[in-house]
């Protein structure tokens, strides 16, 4: 089967609702699945969606050995899956969900590797915000098959974001601390060191990694930076909120 094919069975399958197809199952190799992601994102684009940006995963070490991860892993953001904070989900609409909090930036310009450095993110930074990512294990998750994940879009399904304001000049966002609340009581707080010991840092990787495949980050582009936090299930009736130092906070509910 040719690389377009492959891109066209998954891309069908997820459209059925089957995310880990049982006739892919282990047979992905890890750039194969990577194709087979951007291929489905040119589907996407093709069928009237927007790119609106990038998302880094498994950012955090103890992540990484969880699912057996040599590296952090990328999915790619679509402008219709952009959400204001405060917004309220429909419980039954999502497939066993998550939440991660996490700095979402903006690029004021390109950045493309390779050699781009954590001091080569922080001038591209535009804007920075609080944000939540919704995954969703759909029918599996990374440790089900980790290739077959990685197609799947890293398990993305939306994003939330607070208030933007410009990257303060002498903030080390390795010392951001992040509170989450679920219904009014602090469940887990971590600070941005988790992520690759600072979140420029895990920006610089993915431009770097990007270039792999013939991307790069653009200006106007938003970037889900990876998690503070272990991703935390949500049920049926959860208010969340994340407060994070120096940059705001952001709430939703599950109704």
């Not at 953001?77 to 930036?105: C, I, K, R, W, Y």
Request: net charge negative; charged share 20%.
């Amino acid at each position: 089967m040719t690389e377009q094919e492959t891109i066209q069975s998954i891309w069908e399958s997820h459209g059925r609702g089957i995310h880990f197809p049982a006739e892919w199952t282990g047979k992905l190799g890890l750039d194969e699945a990577y194709r087979v992601q951007l291929g489905i994102l040119a589907l996407n684009v093709e069928h009237g969606s927007r790119h609106a940006g990038w998302k880094v995963g498994l950012t955090a070490d103890a992540i990484r050995e969880m699912f057996g991860a040599g590296a952090p892993v990328f999915g790619y953001l679509l402008a219709e899956n952009s959400l204001d904070s405060g917004h309220e989900f429909t419980f039954s609409d999502l497939q066993s969900p998550a939440v991660e909090s996490e700095v979402l930036v903006t690029l004021g310009r390109d950045l493309t590797g390779p050699g781009v450095t954590a001091e080569d993110a922080r001038g591209a930074v535009a804007a920075i915000a609080p944000a939540f990512e919704i995954v969703e294990r759909r029918g599996g998750d990374l440790g089900t098959d980790f290739t077959l994940g990685i197609a799947d879009n890293v398990m993305q399904r939306c994003f939330v974001h607070g208030s933007e304001q410009p990257l303060p000049p002498d903030l080390d966002l390795g010392d951001v601390q992040v509170d989450v609340s679920i219904n009014g009581q602090v469940k887990a707080s971590a600070l941005g060191k988790q992520v690759m010991d600072n979140p420029l840092q895990s920006l610089a990787w993915l431009a770097n990694s990007l270039t792999t495949f013939g991307q790069g980050l653009k200006a106007g582009q938003r970037v889900m930076t990876g998690s503070f936090t272990k991703p935390i299930p949500a049920e049926r009736g959860d208010a969340f909120e994340s407060r994070f130092t120096h940059l705001g906070n952001v709430n939703i509910t599950f109704g």
